[in-house]
């Protein structure tokens, strides 16, 4: 269709003028060819209005095969303009402001059309090309230059003139960007969920044994811009900290089976080593406590905390062992250790102060933690609100071990993670 659009005119302005009508026709199609090529609409736009690929440096341009393509796109169409205006000059001048007007046009426009520094460069390289080829042909035929002050004069202040308009308007209203390192933070991050989903199906086939397969799975962005990925499986759940590798959550499904004779020490190394596979800095130097649940036939839980200057810090993992030693439950928050001021309220200090508010009610410190308050880490006082001649507890309150005063704390994340 712009063949037509253009061949048409272009032989009748050749007939009128006496111009070569082959070479018209032939300018007409190399035209075309640009055109059709540059402007009619594609699927490799950016999908962003006023935005130009800087590309690559000048001396690695033509290794691009794009590149390559788009300095021979040029050569035919102004070859052929030399040989049938005979303005040298005129030529290159437009091809230069044509080739800037086009990936302007592609920037600011809906086409599917990616607008690129290097199509600049590269077309300009291919226009610069054509003209010489064209002005070797003119040269060897007519056997002296095919320049005149005219052609020369109008060429050089059309071309200042166009080239100033574009250099300011791609200035002002186009913003440049580097999307090879855009492309390549794209491959970086594939990479990553590549190495993710491997480390996940490898927690999985440890946990549950080889073979289980991942059924479905998610990923949450944490506030502190880690991830927690979960997997479910036939056999069960897990949720795993990345890019920390560590182990959140196991959480396998039904009860585990079958009595056993192992004692409390023979537990406990069974939790101790699944701990220091699992989560090996969290419970270095951490404290374990152990309870059972339905007496000694009954699941076994191992507590892991860590305590600094008589301040428990906010790592914690609970693990749920079976009589036979299996772990049937793993519960953690890896975090770690927060600097904190010095606690300066003691204990019967904080007992005081939360039996002054408690309207008569007996105050009971449990303990000193490690809390964010306002998102900043404090050690806080932990006291139980008691009443009656059973001892019941009403409430829980928090006391600041600085300041005395009363707080709300927050979760250790600060509570917010955002969806992936």
């Not at 600011?108 to 590269?122: E, F, M, N, V």
């Not at 050089?156 to 186009?174: K, M, P």
């Not at 008589?310 to 299996?326: A, K, W, Y």
Request: a positive charge; hydrophobic letters at 45%; aromatic letters at 6%.
């Amino acid at each position: 269709m712009i063949v037509i659009l253009l061949g048409i005119p272009s032989l009748l302005v050749a007939r009128a003028k006496g111009a070569s009508v082959a070479l018209s026709l032939l300018f007409a199609a190399a035209l075309s060819g640009v055109l059709t090529v540059t402007l009619t609409p594609g699927d490799g736009g950016s999908g962003q209005a006023g935005i130009c690929d800087v590309g690559l440096p000048l001396q690695g341009l033509l290794s691009s095969e794009s590149a390559r393509l788009n300095v021979m796109l040029l050569i035919p169409a102004s070859f052929f303009a030399v040989l049938l205006f005979r303005r040298p000059f005129l030529v290159l001048a437009g091809t230069l402001m044509a080739t800037g007007g086009i990936e302007l046009l592609q920037s600011w426009t809906d086409l599917g059309r990616s607008c690129s520094y290097d199509d600049i460069k590269a077309n300009a390289f291919g226009g610069f090309l054509g003209v010489i080829l064209g002005v070797v042909v003119l040269w060897t035929r007519r056997r002296r230059p095919p320049f005149t002050k005219t052609d020369a004069v109008w060429g050089i202040c059309s071309g200042v003139v166009g080239g100033a308009i574009l250099s300011a308007t791609f200035a002002f209203i186009v913003n440049p960007v580097h999307s090879e390192a855009k492309a390549q933070h794209r491959r970086e991050a594939a990479g990553d969920d590549l190495a993710q989903d491997a480390w996940l199906q490898n927690a999985v086939a440890s946990l549950y044994g080889k073979g289980t397969l991942i059924t479905q799975s998610t990923s949450v962005k944490l506030n502190n811009g880690h991830w927690r990925l979960t997997a479910e499986t036939a056999k069960g759940s897990v949720d795993v900290l990345w890019p920390d590798r560590k182990l959140a959550r196991f959480t396998p499904k039904g009860r585990a089976r079958g009595t056993g004779t192992l004692s409390e020490d023979e537990l406990r190394s069974v939790g101790d080593r699944f701990a220091k596979k699992w989560l090996p800095d969290d419970v270095a130097g951490a404290k374990v406590t152990h309870r059972t649940v339905d007496g000694s036939r009954g699941p076994h839980i191992l507590v892991y905390r860590r305590y600094v200057d008589g301040v428990m810090m906010p790592m914690r993992l609970d693990l749920t062992v079976s009589p036979t030693g299996r772990i049937t439950g793993m519960a953690a928050q890896s975090t770690p250790d927060p600097k904190l001021p010095k606690a300066v309220v003691t204990w019967a200090s904080a007992t005081k102060l939360a039996e002054r508010t408690a309207g008569g009610a007996t105050a009971v410190p449990v303990k000193l933690l490690a809390q964010r308050v306002n998102r900043a880490w404090r050690p806080v006082w932990m006291v139980s609100i008691v009443r009656g001649p059973k001892k019941t507890v009403e409430s829980t309150v928090f006391l600041d071990a600085v300041t005395g005063s009363e707080v709300t704390p927050g979760p250790p994340d600060d509570g917010g993670t955002t969806g992936r």
